[in-house]
DNA sequence: TATTGTTATACTCTATAACTATA
DNA sequence: TATAGTTATAGAGTATAACAATA
């Protein structure tokens, strides 16, 4: 294995060991507001003011449209989202965030960012580049 | 917000959009082996050559251990993992992967790795400063 | 007394299959 | 015919409480 390549493998190894020790992160502090970790990706998807249709978060969570209709359930029951009828296509229902949702979602990943990212431990140069590096890497579309 | 806390706010923004883009994949990674999200993590978490007791396991995955016996359950039936007792206190457990489950961990690794990481949308140079920023972020202890 | 792991229980998460309404 | 969403069902994931064995 070349120089490059093992760059590349190492820092695939790092991403990964990043994601997964987040992931471990994320039960705790969804409960600190009586949130899953489901729960905290929805509400992450669901940005304010950009209505996501129900078929669209199922995609983006790789998972069933079934499973979308429990979960929206219980977070519409608890007032944080809303399900819409889309003007468009009267098959289609949209989630929107409520008040309620927008605020608990600001505070979560408020909490979220605070508990479990170390960005101090970075230098300014070094926070500048990691986001021009991430902005190359998250499709942002 | 002064230019230093707008970098801050931006690089962490793109890391959690980064984290939950990675666990929107999990579950169709995962489901090339048959394995759960849930046990993705573990597998990750249980190197080779590293076993890794019952109740570490639970802290990691910030889990009760009632959750670990039954997840645990599942991988040993399916021969991934094993329980073994520890020589220094009989009440501890430590789990093994075994050869089968060292196979299937690399795979699935490799896997991720390849499906949801486009690092070559990056440069060598930034792969580079890529590794050096993780190595600061990512506690290794 | 405190800790490790298991069991029993109940609720959430999840996919499959069958369905309705709409396109 | 195909797609968006729901319902019913069953199995996996999860926490709580009570427990046994060990420290």
Redesign the pocket.
Known sequence: MNRADQDACRAWQLLMKFFFAQRGHL?ASG?EFD?????CHVLHLIEPGRPL??????DT??????????????LESRGLVR?RP?P???????LHLTPTGARLRARLLRQMAGRSLPLSRLSLDQQRTLVKILEALVDEK
């Open positions: 039960p409960a949130l899953s970790p489901i729960q249709p129900m078929s669209r978060l199922a969570l790789s998972c069933d449209a079934s499973n979308v209709t429990g979960l929206v359930d219980r399900r889309s468009r296509d009267r098959r289609v229902k949209v």
